[in-house]
């Protein structure tokens, strides 16, 4: 996929891990866009490691494995900042 694929995917990967997973956190469409690509690259790692296959291409499975790791991204974050303040 090309830069542009991987922001439209991001987006939406994003988009639906927010959905999930509600709350305060970070706005904006950026940073939305990064959660969803680091997401895809975390539920990536992870899809391949469980035998899920990985999110390379853009079909349900690899939105899946995207919105997974960009939930478990939101997670790791809530984590962290709530630890600190």
Not at 2 to 11: A, C, K, N, P, R
Not at 16 to 43: E, K, Q, Y
Not at 69 to 74: C, D, N, R
């Amino acid at each position: 996929m090309g830069i542009l694929s991987w922001i439209i995917f991001g987006l939406i990967a994003g988009a639906l891990a927010r959905w999930v997973m509600p709350g305060s956190g970070p706005h904006g469409i950026i940073i939305t866009i990064i959660i969803g690509v680091v997401g895809a690259f975390i539920g990536g790692y992870i899809g391949t490691h469980l035998g899920m296959g990985s999110a390379n291409t853009f079909d349900f499975r690899s939105l899946f494995l995207a919105v997974v790791g960009g939930v478990v991204l939101l997670a790791i974050h809530r984590l962290v900042t709530n630890r600190s303040s």
